[in-house]
């Protein structure tokens, strides 16, 4: 029997580029950019105005701000010949609706860098800026000038009609209109900063913003309950550099007479501020996103 015969395989014919022009290299029409600080700023005044927690706590807080402001200005000057006031800023009436509205900084400050990471939006906003300490830079200074400009308009305004509602009470001097409005704002809009700044380190919405009223009310809650005479001393630094008397400093209206005075409030938030940065900047590159 003859044995069958196999093909031999033939090799596979060389590919050749059809003749002609090279083919161009794709360009795109988008000019292809270094990114900088003003690209994050850009981006998170863009998200920043575009949710609506930021109109609704903003909202509120001018609701009581003013609100409050100017119904305490109404009852003062309805009831100016029983008050006394002869010898006092009127400037300090505003001091009871900024006691109120400063949670809603809190709130929004906290929201501003911990819903990011509830809704899982940070990882889109680390693909996009790598560089996680110029995130963080930007969203501080965006919230900071926001909150501050807020702050200053709506102080400004209870302001002037409550100077203009007691007309028994002395005219405020300069200095005092100035710490009275952009001292408190800078003050206010700060305590917003760190809340900011607690939201990054927390991650957590509900517990950032806990932490932060814990911290402006507790101590002077605490402080009301220590009878013990063995406890004045804690009672006594409790009361002076509890938040909300480092607030009314800024009218001359402080619960003790010694403690905080002048502007010694701004530097103490100051450097609170400064060490919250720096944690969670820490933080911040050393964690995982």
């Known amino acids: 029997m003859s044995t069958p015969q196999h093909p031999m395989p033939q090799a596979a014919p060389e590919w050749k580029a059809p003749a002609g022009p090279p083919h161009a290299a794709y360009s795109s029409p988008i000019p292809v950019v270094r990114t ?17 927690s930021t109109m609704w706590t903003l909202g509120v807080f001018l609701l009581l701000v003013v609100g409050i402001g100017l119904l305490t200005g109404l009852v003062v000057a309805s009831n100016s010949e029983d008050a006394g006031l002869g010898d006092e800023n009127p400037l300090g009436l505003g001091f009871f609706g900024l006691l ?31 560089t996680r300490g110029r995130v963080l830079a930007a969203k501080s200074l965006v919230f900071f000038v926001l909150a501050f400009v807020v702050t200053l308009v709506a102080s400004g305004f209870v302001a002037l009609v409550q100077v203009g509602l007691v007309g028994d009470a002395r005219e405020p001097t300069g200095a005092e209109w100035f710490k009275g409005t952009v001292g408190v704002s800078l003050y206010l809009a700060l305590l917003g900063l760190l809340s900011l700044l607690i939201g990054s380190v927390i991650r957590h919405s509900a517990g950032a913003i806990t932490i932060m009223i814990a911290a402006v009310l507790a101590p002077l809650v605490i402080a009301l309950f220590m009878f013990s005479s063995s406890l004045e001393d804690v009672r006594q630094a409790l009361f002076e550099y509890s938040i909300p008397n480092q607030l009314s400093v800024f009218y001359s209206n402080s619960l003790t007479e010694t403690g905080p005075s002048g502007w010694d409030p701004l530097w103490i938030m100051l450097v609170a501020v400064g060490v919250a940065f720096a944690g969670a900047y820490a933080l911040l590159e050393r964690r995982d996103v």
Request: with cysteine; hydrophobic share 40%.
């Open 100 to 130: 109120l509205g400063n949670m809603c900084l809190i709130t929004l400050g906290v929201l501003t860098t911990a819903s990011e990471y509830g809704t899982g939006m940070i990882r889109t906003t680390m693909t996009a800026c790598p």
């Open 36 to 52: 900088h600080l003003g690209h994050a700023l850009a981006s998170e005044w863009t998200k920043i105005k575009s949710i609506r």
